[in-house]
């Protein structure tokens, strides 16, 4: 049986990193899951994330330096609640980190202030849990 991958990221900036993960997941025999195919759906946009993170096996989490859409309830962005629905569920977890050396970013793909303060505690979390990789840019992802 195929196992569902959902790739979660911010969208804007990494775009062409998920379009470089997911060509390469499709040299797989996998189901692949992300925004880029969810389509219209009656369900708020926060509810359709967590319910893909569920239907998946695997979850890839490619953070670099935006912390993205918050939610205003939980005050934490979509991508860190995607990434706890997954933990809790116990998926198989792959985290990719921005290289902080050496990451090609725009700059105007960069959090500063508050955004960004969440941001590195969200990695700390991330890099306590798990053994990341980094990237440099898409090519290298």
């Not at 195919?37 to 695997?58: H, I, M, W, Y």
């Not at 890839?60 to 934490?76: C, E, M, N, Q």
């Not at 990451?103 to 849990?129: A, M, N, Q, W, Y």
């Amino acid at each position: 049986m195929k196992k569902t991958v959902f790739i979660s990221s911010t969208f804007e900036d990494l775009k062409e990193h998920r379009k470089k993960v997911c060509d390469k997941l499709t040299t797989y025999e996998v189901n692949i899951r992300g925004m880029e195919r969810f389509g219209a759906r009656k369900e708020a946009p926060l509810q359709t994330c967590l319910a893909e993170v569920e239907q998946s096996d695997v979850f890839i989490g490619i953070i670099s330096y935006r912390l993205g859409t918050v939610d205003i309830s939980s005050a934490k962005s979509f991508v860190q609640l995607e990434y706890e629905k997954a933990y809790e569920l116990d998926k198989e977890i792959l985290i990719y980190l921005i290289d902080d050396k050496n990451g090609k970013v725009i700059p105007t793909f960069i959090d500063f202030g508050e955004s960004h303060d969440k941001l590195e505690s969200f990695k700390s979390i991330l890099k306590e849990r798990h053994t990341t990789d980094t990237f440099i840019d898409d090519i290298d992802l």
